[in-house]
């Protein structure tokens, strides 16, 4: 297999874009399609500063690497989350997070649940008694709300995350299976802020999970192996291994699945509906962010059930 750009020898061969390229070239190619795809979606400008959310796996340490190889002024953020799993997973991930910054001098904010609010993630989904003995829920909730957070009190103007095509396919089929129209709506490359709420980007939503894992092992970055220990057998795995066995006999279903979604929403397939998004949003007396309801958000009641009960 020959390099589409060089003719030398291809170290990558992208069924699904009749593509094959060298090391070189796709190295090149990854940016350069990144670059494309924010310009696309509008996700931001050159002047505006990003604060990427880091976990220390492929994709967010690569998604910086590559804005940070464009030019832009890209910042990390890692939220400790206290989950050990047997092999400390997020010591683990925490550390290269670290290393990958200090590597590349790179600025990386660490917020610490324990540290911050008395309690680590599995600990307070205990005492919420939300998600059904798996602290996903509480852990999602507590991530956005901390990445918001962080975006204001630093100053932030656009939050950028990690997801890829797999993922963004994997939440596309799920809320496809039960129409759940809101998810639906909301499900895009670029969410945009308003009332205190940090705009949202994902500018690798089109790269196959597959192409990150090749981009972070030809660049070299060392990042986290394993999954979170929570995520074993999750539906979203289900779904993505689903998604997985079409691909494999369908090269670019995938992908089609998700542009030809983005195409139809754009064309109107949900015209008429307001978007939750939209709706005006309250202030939180507590923590300032914004919030649906009147009234403190749900993470500061979350944290103060935990406290009230830990007295
Ligand atoms: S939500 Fe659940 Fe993830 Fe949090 S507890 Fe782990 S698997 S990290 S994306
Ligand atoms: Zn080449
Ligand atoms: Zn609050």
């Known amino acids: 297999m020959k390099c589409k750009t060089c003719g ?12 094959a390229l060298c090391k070189e070239h796709y190295l090149e190619w990854i940016p350069a399609q990144t670059a494309r795809f924010i310009k696309k979606y509008w996700m931001f400008g050159p002047d505006e500063k990003i604060l990427v959310a880091v976990s220390g796996g492929k994709d967010s340490l690569s998604l910086w690497d590559i804005l940070h190889k464009l030019g832009y002024t890209a910042d990390g953020l890692y939220i400790g989350l206290g989950i050990d799993g047997g092999f400390g997973y997020s010591k683990e991930s925490h550390r290269l997070a670290k290393k990958f910054a200090d590597d590349n001098g790179l600025t990386l904010h660490v917020v610490d649940m324990e540290e911050t609010y008395s309690f680590n993630i599995p600990v307070l989904s205990e005492i919420s008694a939300r ?85 972070a092992m030809l660049r070299g970055i060392e990042y986290i192996y394993d999954e979170c220990p929570f995520s074993v057998g999750s539906t979203s795995i289900y ?3 689903l998604l997985n066995q079409l691909e494999n006999e369908r090269p670019g279903a995938k992908l089609s699945f998700y542009l030809n979604f983005l195409d139809a929403r754009d064309k109107g397939l949900f015209a008429g509906d307001v978007e939750k998004e939209e709706i005006p949003l309250h202030i939180c007396p507590t923590c ?9 958000c749900s993470f500061c009641r979350m944290i103060e059930k935990a406290r009230g009960l830990n007295e």
């Open 8 to 19: 030398g020898k291809a170290v990558v061969n992208m069924r699904q874009h009749n593509l």
């Open 131 to 215: 998600g059904h003995g798996k602290p996903c829920s509480v852990c999602g909730m507590a991530k956005r709300h901390e990445m918001n957070r962080i975006a204001n009190q630093l100053g932030y103007d656009v939050l950028a995350t990690g997801h890829n095509l797999d993922d963004e396919a994997a939440v596309l089929f799920g809320n496809t299976l039960t129409w759940s129209k809101d998810y639906l709506l909301r499900q895009k490359p670029v969410l945009d802020g308003h009332d205190g709420l940090a705009r949202k980007v994902k500018p690798l939503c089109r790269f196959y999970e597959k192409e990150m894992t090749a981009y």
């Open 239 to 241: 779904y993505k291994e």
């Open 288 to 296: 300032s962010q914004p919030t649906m309801y009147e009234g403190k």
